[in-house]
Structures are given as structure tokens and as C-alpha cells.
């Protein structure tokens, strides 16, 4: 592998970092699938043929990772893995970090599905027909998905407008 | 809302209006001339105006909550780049996990720098010898793992034992053989869970056990592990005992911070029940 190629998939991490956060609400677990995605891209890396974007490759080895890590969880009973977390694990932020457990929140109240679709095409701004092949989803999966997760977004964002996680969201706008 | 179709045509003045079309205005996907149009289409349309307006703020606030996120410094965890030639790779990843964690660590640190010496200096190492220092920088990664997770107090695994099938199933998932959890209360550890962890080659197990004295003992389950059967190895990194051994294909190695007779009790009921029959 060039230097150059390491540098790119360097580049991406930050952006499949706030992807990850995005998707899993959590900071460990988000930083857990980055490794694991980094991971199988060095190992494949030799494999890759520079069909496209090299961020648009490493999220599809990411989506696959978080369909399995999914269906594992979805196998168990009862998937409690990280809901009591302390606080405390969060990184200080100020201001921002308050939103961004908000936002934490808020996502994981989208099924997962709806979350990437929203997720890539309003925060990574990829087109919607990158966001089709990266899922391996039809065009217009993906404009249902964004127009329902958009949708539902409305409601809870509308149905808390009174209390404080909306205010401190709100903030951010 | 859901049980609407979500594309349904909206009527427009020009060419038909999509709520794709929309979406696709919110995103910044259309030419101007068609921008334009569905400027003029949403200033006649206050309900629709109201609903691009909230889905271009939802962009906003997701951009700017996760932005935090991306203008972290990236953690050092993801930016050490497992290398492709053995035995670099191990090293590699033992480092930035010894680095990250406090005291014994160190000391394992410096005995994994060591070995990197050594193996810089044998050029090219004949198998046999090669095999052997896989296995001894498993027992290493072994003993740092141990280190790093065993003092968790809130977190010493990824899944607990009270969804051991669970945990089994996805380790047996992610190492591509089947994997399981030795029962050990009958040496007086009992099952807390597991976690997954990046390998030589690729992942490996970690199982923790408690004794009711609190002790921790970790097993550390690697496969691929090329060579030999071997007998028990008994290593010290520290304060952590570390007995290891390779058995068709696989590598373990069991730490803790139990005497040398104790570990050993452990080990070989750990082998009596894992050994494939």
C-alpha cells in the first residue's frame, strides 16, 4: 500500500466516526465499528479497485458490519449492551456535548434503516444514488426511507417541543 | 403517517412537484432552473414550506451535534494501522493497547519491544521458530488484554454471562469456528462474560472469569495459530501469570494474577474440556 492510500483512509475516519456516532448513539460502540471497519479495509485494501470514492468503499464495509452487529443483537432476548453506561464515559464538551446526547437520543428512536438513510444523505451529504448502492437498496428505498425518518424526526422533535432537549437543540440551529 | 405512500405526487404548477423533488431541494441535489421552482411551488404552499424548512433545520442540527464528533482528535486506537507481515501486526496492535493503559502495561511494553528487536535481528526466522514466537506474542497480547480489561469495574466485558448463548453464538460467529465458554465453577471461577479483540490475524476471544474472592482470570482464544500441538507455557509479564498452548490450530493462553499452581489448576481443566475430542 502507497503512502498516499494510507493517507486517504486516515482522511475518512473522522467522518466515519460522526457516521458511527450517529448510528449507534455511543461513543465506544461507534468507535468500536470504526476499528472493525478499518481493520477489514487494511486487510482488503489490495482488493480494492478504485471504483469510486474511497470514503463511499469504507461505508459500505461499515454498513455491512452494522447489519451483522444487528442481527446479533436483534438474536438476543434482551440487548441491554451499553444503556447504563455512566454518564461520566462521555467525553466534556461544552454546550455542544449536551445537544449531541440529545441528538444521541433522538436518532435512536429511528429504526436503524431510516437512521443511515438520514444520516448519510443529511450529515455525509452523499447522493442519494451512492446512499442505494452503498445499502445495495433500489433509489426509491432510500427516498422512502429519508422521507419517513424526515417525517418521524418532525414528530419528535414536535411532540418534545416543550421540554428541555428540545430547547437545547434548538439552541444549535 | 406511515401507511401513506411517502412519494406521492404533490401537485405543482410547472411539471409535477415530487416529494422527492423536494427532498432532493432540502439536499441541494437540483439545478437552478428547477430550484427555482420549487421556490415559487413552496411559496404558494405553506404547509409544504413549513415541512422543508423543518427538514433542512433537522440537517442542521444533525451537521452541527455529530460535528463535535468529527472535530474530536481522532483516538489513537484507530489511527495505529495493523500492518499486513506478521509479526508486526500483533505489535503493533499490543502497543497502542499498552500505551493507552497505566503501570503493568508498561512492562509488558517493553518485553513486546524486545521481542520486536529480536525478531528484526532473525532474518528470516526458520518455521519452527517462527511458530514459537507467534505463540509467545500471543501470550503477550494474552497478559496486556488482561491487564487492560480486567480492572473494569463497570465494564470488564462486552457481553456478560447472563446472555452467555448469546455470546457464544457471536464469538463463534466472528472467529468462524466454534467457540465456547469452559464451565469453571468446579475450579471456583465463574463465567462474568466476554469480548471480542483484534488478533495477529484477526479476532480473537477474550472469556473473563471472577472467583468469589474477586480475583479475575481471563482466557484468551486465538485460531489459526499455524504449528505444533505444544504443552503448557508458563510466562510472567509483570504481575500477570500467563499460561498459553496451541492445540490443533488454536492458540490460548490464560492470565491472571493467581499463583503459578492455581493458573495451572485452571489450565488444565480449561484444556480438558476444550480439547476437540
Redesign the interface.
Known sequence: MRATD?ADL?AC???L???T??LTGD?DR??DL??DT??RA??RFSMWQRRGEVRAWLFGIMHNHFV?RLR?QR??P?DG?GDD??EVAQ?P?QG??L??R??DRL?QRLSPEHREV??L???E?L??QEVATLLAIPL?TV??R???A??????E?QGTADGAATNR??R?? | MDDNPPLKAVESIGAPMTEAELHAYVDGRLGSARRAEVEAFLAARPDDRERVLDWQAQNLMLRAALGTVHDEPVPLRLTVRPPSPWPWRGLAAGLAIAAVSAGTAWSVRGALDAEAARIALATPPAQGVADEQRLSALAHRAAVAHVVYSPEVHRPVEVGADQEQALVTWLTKRLGTPVRAPALAAVGYELIGGRLLPGDAGPVAQFMYGSASGQRLTLYLSRDIAGQDTAFRFTKDGAVNVFFWREAGFGYAISAGADREELLRVSQEVYRQLKPS
Not at chain 1, 424526515?150 to 414528530?155: D, E
Open positions: 494510507r486516515l475516519i473522522p467522518s466516526r460522526r457516521y456516532r450517529g461513543g461507534a468507535d470504526v476499528q478499518l481493520e487494511w486487510a451483522d446479533a438474536a438476543r434482551e449492551m453506561l455512566p467525553r464538551m455542544d456535548g445537544a449531541l440529545d441528538v436518532l438520514l444520516l444523505v443529511g450529515v451529504e447522493a442519494y426509491g427516498m422512502s429519508l422521507s419517513r424526515r417525517a418521524q424526526l418532525r414528530v422533535l437543540i434548538q444549535v440551529k
